[in-house]
Nanobody, 129 residues
């Protein structure tokens, strides 16, 4: 069983920055693909970014490219989401997710919620205009 705990959310003005962290349990964290998703009020949960273990690549939804960066520290069992130039439309609950099996190939797969086996409880990000 893998437990994921997010932190780092909060209230920030448009144009500001936040860094989300997700601490994971599990002895094979370095082999997990890790993803970030978000869910705004009244909307479905959507993919934000993934760090794909098997491919050694990162993927981003188009709306955050150039502003958000996903990274990981395997020694700390932690994945990060650095969010810069935040916009009001980035307001959402952000969830960390782990894909322990990683049979994926390509963006379409890594952006699929059902690919991920474990989820955190979420952290609120609010961007004021």
């Amino acid at each position: 069983q893998v437990q994921l705990v997010e932190s780092g959310g909060g209230l920030v003005q448009a144009g500001g920055s936040l860094r989300l962290s997700c601490a994971a349990s599990g002895r094979t964290f370095s082999r997990y693909t890790m993803g970030w998703f978000r869910q705004a009020p009244g909307k479905e949960r959507e993919f934000v970014a993934a760090n794909a273990w098997s491919e050694g690549k990162t993927y981003y939804v188009e709306s955050v490219k150039g502003r958000f960066t996903i990274s990981r520290d395997n020694a700390k069992n932690t994945v990060y989401l650095q969010m810069n130039s935040l916009k009001p439309e980035d307001t959402a609950v952000y969830y960390c997710a782990a894909d322990a099996n990683d049979y994926c190939t390509g963006y379409g797969c890594y952006a699929t919620l059902s690919e991920y086996d474990y989820w955190g409880q979420g952290t609120q990000v609010t961007v004021s205009s």
